[in-house]
């Protein structure tokens, strides 16, 4: 074999041109690189420009034609609001005229100058009898009664000064109530000496009134003397006295003290707190014309079942007799009662100065046996209800006796924690029937119950739950304000404030989706959280237009989407189609989603979007052939039947004064925020 040829070895200017050979190319490859990226960008921001041009102009015709969409629809809602007004006005002249014919000498609740003059009239009234007081008092529960239905009715329609007034008013006959029974019991408390001639013992003295709720029993010891550990006072079994249905133990300390012991059953059911905020202040010297305050923040718990005042009175100093005369001491005592604080001074609140109390709850109210029934006692200062001191709390379901111990002798209540109901899992909305009247059927699913409300013309009724105690919610049709509110009284509360939510927030922890044995989500998803007025509202109103021919769910993704969106699910109804038989299938329903949008007419828009309740994450796509637009009708006219949607345009006195109705229910209930 040849030798092989020994490479050269290159030299230094071969190398040096190599190295400046190579820098030229990592050069011109760098240029390259940077032409290329500089083309890319600017295509990029002319990619950027152009699309923003086109979602600006995009922007401007969806403005332009959500503009057009609201001036067209103008005229159709001018129309529905007219033809509501024109209703209302031969309702109200309807009303007015059968209260002139009934010759009703009652003042009518709505009249300012009449409510005024009532009760200016009635607090100059002297009346020291405890009969013709109490008569008296259950005529302003009369009065009461029917400024509850006017605050309700302000409630609603937003008018916020006629529903401050009323709450006022409402407030002030409370207070005038519990005015009254202290000058009734101070009056007897002055003549003692009339009750001892008829009593045998000439050592205590009962008394026992009842009318129309209002319930006052009263005790006054003369003797001191041992009673034993306790005494009771049992205002069940007083001869020739109606049953109070009242029974309270009281300590030895209390037992073998001259004082008088007085029980004060009230039937206050709306805004308590405020008649408490105002007697309190009653109480410490301001006067009955000081202005009330409305605006207090509602406490966390509700009262059920009205209060329960156990208070032990200052007695007036006896009379003295002299050749014939009897002469007694003019005091504070003389026109009204001193509270005398609790325990007394030189005893410590224990167990012993504990006070074991027994009544009975109406038979109107809801105590679900599963969760721990509570007593409290009214905070004035901090305007809430307490359980300090409140021990061994029980009620009895057949019997309706409510037993506990107290060491408080101040207002006392049955109570309930006010969001408890507050919990909405999921609701809908249905059409059940199409004439004479339609009707829909509104359900809400809680925590606790399941609850079905009819809307029909001005009136809902309640169907759901079917519990006994509700048995009168179910027989009569009202006003959506006055149901809800009597169903609040009975303990069930689904009349959220805003407040209430960070409440149920503090309660639970974030939703997380639990699938159920099909694998499907079933769960609201993420947190709740109160939606804009503007959004609610909107779809308040939405649901109210078009829910004689429409059903309505909630959906899963709602607590998605934020404060200023919200989702609904929505399909035409099947009830009057032989096919309301069939189950719902989520497939049939479309998902609306609504948007605040403070550039377009009416500040809110909707669309129907691609998303399902089964996906795994919300997609707010419009479905082809759709747009945004201001009304629901709007969006679901191509793909509705000529037949629903001429349901849904038809205005008549009828068909808005249900609209009204309904969208004042949902109103209150507010389901989408909720839920």
């Given at each position: 074999?040849?030798?092989?040829?020994?490479?050269?070895?290159?030299?230094?200017?071969?190398?040096?041109?190599?190295?400046?050979?190579?820098?030229?190319?990592?050069?011109?490859?760098?240029?390259?690189?940077?032409?290329?990226?500089?083309?890319?960008?600017i295509a990029q921001v002319a990619l950027e420009k152009k699309q923003k041009e086109e979602a600006a102009q995009q922007r401007k015709e969806e403005i332009e034609r959500l503009g057009t969409d609201y001036a067209e629809a103008v005229p159709f809602e001018k129309n529905k609001v007219q033809t509501l007004v024109d209703a209302e006005a031969k309702t109200e002249e309807g009303e007015g005229w059968k209260a002139y014919l009934e010759c009703e000498p009652k003042p009518d609740a709505s009249i300012e100058k009449e409510m005024n003059s009532y009760i200016t009239t009635w607090r100059s009234e002297d009346q020291?009898?405890?009969?013709?007081?109490?008569?008296?008092?259950?005529?302003?529960?009369?009065?009461?009664?029917?400024?509850?239905?006017?605050?309700?009715?302000?409630?609603?329609?937003?008018?916020?000064?006629?529903?401050?007034?009323?709450?006022?008013?409402?407030?002030?006959?409370?207070?005038?109530?519990?005015?009254?029974?202290?000058?009734?019991?101070?009056?007897?408390?002055?003549?003692?000496?009339?009750?001892?001639?008829?009593?045998?013992?000439?050592?205590?003295?009962y008394l026992a009134m009842s009318e129309a709720g209002i319930k006052v029993g009263i005790w006054v010891?003369?003797?001191?003397?041992?009673?034993?550990?306790?005494?009771?006072?049992?205002?069940?079994?007083?001869?020739?006295?109606?049953?109070?249905?009242?029974?309270?133990?009281?300590?030895?300390?209390?037992?073998?003290?001259?004082?008088?012991?007085?029980?004060?059953?009230?039937?206050?059911?709306?805004?308590?707190?405020?008649?408490?905020?105002?007697?309190?202040?009653?109480?410490?010297?301001?006067?009955?014309?000081?202005?009330?305050?409305?605006?207090?923040?509602?406490?966390?718990?509700?009262?059920?079942?009205?209060?329960?005042?156990?208070?032990?009175?200052?007695?007036?100093?006896?009379?003295?007799?002299?050749?014939?005369?009897?002469?007694?001491?003019?005091?504070?005592?003389?026109?009204?009662?001193?509270?005398?604080?609790?325990?007394?001074?030189?005893?410590?609140?224990?167990?012993?100065?504990?006070?074991?109390v027994q009544y009975t709850i109406p038979p109107t109210v809801f105590v679900q046996d599963s969760i721990?029934?509570?007593?409290?006692?009214?905070?004035?200062?901090?305007?809430?209800?307490?359980?300090?001191?409140?021990?061994?709390?029980?009620?009895?379901?057949?019997?309706?006796?409510?037993?506990?111990?107290?060491?408080?002798?101040?207002?006392?209540?049955?109570?309930?924690?006010?969001?408890?109901?507050?919990?909405?899992?999921?609701?809908?909305?249905?059409?059940?029937?199409?004439?004479?009247?339609?009707?829909?059927?509104?359900?809400?699913?809680?925590?606790?119950f399941e609850i079905e409300i009819l809307v029909s013309g001005r009136h809902c009724r309640l169907t759901k739950p079917d519990f006994p105690e509700l048995e009168a919610l179910r027989s009569e049709w009202m006003p959506p304000a006055q149901l809800l509110t009597s169903l609040q009284k009975a303990g069930i509360n689904i009349m959220p404030l805003d407040n209430d939510m960070s409440l149920l927030l503090a309660d639970e922890e974030t939703v997380i989706p639990t699938p159920t044995e099909g694998g499907e989500d079933s769960a609201p998803k993420g947190k709740r959280c109160l939606k804009a007025p503007l959004v609610e509202r909107k779809i308040v109103k939405e649901m109210a237009a078009l829910a004689c021919s429409f059903d309505f769910s909630s959906s899963l993704w709602n607590r998605t989407v934020g404060k200023d969106n919200a989702v609904v699910l929505v399909k035409e109804s099947m009830a009057f189609s032989g096919q309301d038989e069939r189950p719902d299938d989520d497939h049939d329903y479309k998902s609306i989603f609504v948007q605040a949008d403070g550039e377009v007419e009416g500040g809110v828009k909707m669309s129907i979007v691609s998303s399902t309740e089964e996906a795994d994450d919300f997609f707010c796509d419009i479905v082809e052939g759709n747009?945004?637009?201001?009304?629901?009708?709007?969006?679901?006219?191509?793909?509705?039947?000529?037949?629903?949607?001429?349901?849904?345009?038809?205005?008549?006195?009828?068909t808005t004064v249900f609209e009204q109705t309904l969208?004042?229910?949902?109103?209150?209930?507010?389901?989408?925020?909720?839920q």
């Open positions: 074999m040849p030798p092989k040829a020994k490479k050269g070895k290159k030299s230094k200017a071969e190398k040096e041109a190599e190295r400046l050979q190579k820098e030229e190319d990592e050069k011109r490859e760098a240029e390259a690189e940077a032409k290329r990226v500089e083309e890319a960008r020291p009898q405890f009969a013709k007081a109490m008569e008296e008092c259950v005529y302003a529960g009369e009065i009461a009664a029917d400024l509850n239905k006017v605050i309700c009715n302000a409630q609603v329609r937003e008018m916020t000064r006629k529903h401050e007034t009323s709450l006022e008013f409402l407030v002030k006959l409370r207070q005038t109530i519990i005015s009254k029974m202290d000058r009734t019991s101070a009056h007897y408390f002055e003549n003692l000496e009339d009750q001892l001639q008829k009593n045998e013992t000439k050592e205590t003295v010891n003369f003797v001191v003397k041992g009673y034993g550990r306790v005494k009771s006072l049992d205002w069940t079994k007083i001869p020739n006295q109606p049953s109070l249905g009242i029974i309270v133990d009281i300590p030895k300390i209390l037992a073998t003290h001259q004082c008088a012991i007085r029980v004060l059953q009230l039937p206050f059911d709306y805004l308590p707190h405020l008649s408490l905020i105002q007697l309190q202040k009653s109480l410490n010297g301001s006067t009955d014309d000081d202005p009330v305050s409305t605006t207090t923040q509602a406490p966390n718990d509700l009262s059920l079942g009205g209060f329960l005042f156990i208070e032990q009175l200052e007695l007036p100093v006896a009379p003295h007799k002299v050749k014939g005369w009897t002469m007694r001491q003019i005091t504070q005592l003389s026109k009204s009662v001193s509270r005398i604080a609790y325990p007394p001074d030189g005893h410590v609140t224990a167990a012993a100065s504990a006070l074991k721990p029934v509570r007593v409290g006692w009214w905070n004035n200062t901090a305007q809430q209800w307490e359980e300090d001191g409140i021990s061994e709390v029980s009620f009895h379901p057949d019997t309706r006796v409510l037993q506990f111990h107290t060491t408080q002798l101040t207002a006392l209540s049955l109570i309930q924690r006010r969001h408890v109901d507050l919990k909405y899992e999921s609701w809908s909305l249905k059409p059940v029937r199409e004439f004479p009247e339609v009707e829909v059927k509104f359900a809400l699913k809680t925590d606790r747009q945004t637009k201001v009304y629901l009708r709007q969006s679901l006219f191509n793909s509705s039947t000529p037949e629903a949607m001429e349901n849904v345009d038809r205005i008549t006195e009828k969208r004042h229910l949902l109103q209150l209930v507010r389901p989408v925020s909720f």
